[in-house]
């Protein structure tokens, strides 16, 4: 090991200190990918009222007209994305394709939440907090 003004710049406990933290997070990032259940139906809130609930498995092209402009939703394959929209930003674009319980896509400017559902009984209840 290189040698700085007398002693090591990294030392065996700073070796295995990080080996250990690059594990730790490699495995945090496969749980993430891997251990996600898979959605069901895409919910579709503006402004805090349901607009709807759609299945995954049926393909479809939503327009969605809203009071603070138009977005384009897309259903295909199990994914669902917004292919368009007339906010400023277009953050709603870029988000990409969900299909895993609990992601979402969501539209500051228009006020609109796309969420996508796991079956119910998958749900945790109310008791359980």
């Excluded at 990918?33 to 503006?46: I, K």
């Excluded at 607009?51 to 007209?65: A, F, H, K, V």
């Excluded at 709603?92 to 992601?103: K, L, N, P, T």
Aim: hydrophobic share 45%.
């Amino acid at each position: 090991m290189k040698h700085m003004f007398g002693r090591a710049i990294m030392t065996k406990a700073d070796i295995l200190l990080l080996a250990a933290a690059l594990s730790a997070a490699l495995l945090f990032g496969l749980f993430l990918v891997l251990g996600g259940r898979e959605g069901s139906t895409v919910r579709v809130v503006c402004a805090g009222s349901l607009l709807g609930e759609y299945p995954l498995w049926e393909d479809r092209e939503l327009p969605l007209e809203l009071e603070k402009g138009t977005n384009l939703l897309v259903i295909r394959n199990g994914q669902v994305w917004v292919e368009d929209a007339d906010c400023p930003d277009r953050l709603c674009v870029r988000q990409g394709r969900i299909s895993r319980a609990g992601e979402s896509i969501i539209c500051l400017p228009h006020e609109l939440v796309i969420t996508v559902q796991g079956d119910a009984e998958d749900a945790v209840d109310g008791m359980a907090g």
